[in-house]
């Protein structure tokens, strides 16, 4: 029964996918037109941001997002994930993580299968996280390679029911939780609780969003 289910799953979420990722850029686009004269009045140039995460089996991808950062606003040999009031983050920048709407590019990445939009969160190659004084490596969390056997998610289970500063170790167990209870309805309920938070502006609370 569960093999049924889960083959019943993977048949629906791709065509899922691409309609709702089709729908939303079109539904979008005013928004995106909107997001990029504020980006260029707060801090010039790009609007874009381009940045390499790992994907499905460890493939490497491109994702594209509106800039909500300074430029050069790390080395690129040491990607450390953003901290609560991170003073990189531009003014607009803010709005934009609190709402996830600098997401919406990735709308683009879900079209073209890299991404789904539920799933583990696409990391960074040798990405690192600041735990106190230490910088560990998140290839050393357990879990984290196990998080790439299925694609990457615009939302997920612990995007959406961990605060945004939780330890990744954390993460990752929710994460792989989703990839053993993940179905077409829950996907559907968490794809409705992203629209709630952002709704609320909370993606970025450091406590409960939903």
């Known amino acids: 029964m569960r093999r049924h289910s889960f083959w019943h799953f993977n048949f629906l979420k791709r065509p899922f996918d691409i309609f709702l990722s089709l729908m939303g850029i079109i539904l979008s686009s005013p928004l995106w037109l909107i997001m990029a004269v504020l980006i260029l009045i707060d801090d010039g140039w790009p609007i874009f941001y381009f940045q390499e995460r790992v994907g499905k089996g460890g493939q490497i991808f491109k994702v594209i997002k509106f800039r909500t950062m300074i430029r050069e606003a790390e080395r690129p040999e040491e990607p450390v994930q953003a901290t609560e009031n991170d003073p990189r983050v531009t003014r607009v920048g803010r709005i934009l993580r609190r709402t996830a709407l600098d997401e919406l590019p990735q709308l683009l990445n879900i079209f073209l299968g890299k991404m789904s939009f539920v799933g583990p969160r ?5 990405e690192r996280e600041v735990m106190g004084d230490k910088i560990i490596s998140l290839n050393d969390i357990p879990g984290y390679h196990q998080r790439h056997q299925v694609l990457p998610g615009l939302t997920g289970l612990a995007q959406v029911y961990l605060p945004a500063d939780a330890p990744r170790r954390k993460k990752f167990k929710y994460d792989l939780l989703y990839i053993r209870r993940q179905s077409f309805w829950l996907d559907l309920k968490l794809i409705v609780l992203s629209f709630w938070i952002t709704f609320r502006a909370r993606w970025e609370s ?5």
């Open 122 to 126: 696409a990391l960074r190659p040798q």
């Open 206 to 210: 450091r406590e409960k969003k939903v």
